[in-house]
């Protein structure tokens, strides 16, 4: 599902991020890296969205090239939970959940049955919080919200960096 053969992260100065990384992720399973702060986890990440451009090496997912595929549906097709958050301020937990649905061009009704849905898998009733804004969120359940938005259009990846 996920392969990385080989690939290297250097920046313009020199720095390596990542050095020779070969890794193969099959369908189904779960994969931590870990390691100290700085040694690439995130960098690796980044770079099977490409937010971030592999130096050398090749990354497959689901057996396509990822600099051959168009980095849009790349990016949507790929469930990302970020450190940060990074929920929109401005916009309720319901829409914040189907970023991703709206950009597919899901029907209104399907998203709202799968944020429904997501919402009361987490524990956090869709009554209560789907028009709630985040910063009326605690910090944990903003990392679910964060969370639910990377599954929120069912993608075969998610790549969650420290969730």
């Known amino acids: 599902m996920v392969r990385l053969e080989n690939v290297t992260k250097r920046y313009p100065d020199g720095t390596e991020a990542v050095r020779s990384l070969s890794l193969e992720i099959a369908e189904g399973e779960l994969v931590a890296l870990i390691g ?7 960098t690796t990440l980044k770079m099977v969205n490409r937010l971030e451009e592999c130096t050398s090496g090749k990354i497959f997912v689901e057996g396509q090239d990822i600099t051959t595929a168009n980095i ?3 990016r949507r097709s790929i469930g990302y939970v970020i450190q940060e958050i990074a929920l929109m301020p401005h916009m309720s937990v319901a829409e914040n959940i189907a970023i991703v649905p709206k950009l597919l061009r899901w029907d209104a009704k399907r998203i ?3 944020v429904d849905e997501l919402l009361e898998m987490a524990g956090l009733s869709a009554a209560r919080y789907r028009f709630s804004l985040p910063d009326q969120l605690s910090g944990g359940q903003k990392q679910r919200i964060g969370v639910l938005r990377a599954m929120a259009a069912d993608p075969r ?3 969650m960096d420290e969730p």
Request: glycine share 12%; with cysteine; proline share 6%.
């Open 36 to 42: 100290p702060s700085g040694c690439g986890k995130t």
């Open 112 to 114: 709202a049955k799968r």
């Open 72 to 74: 849009i549906n790349l």
């Open 157 to 159: 990846v998610i790549l």
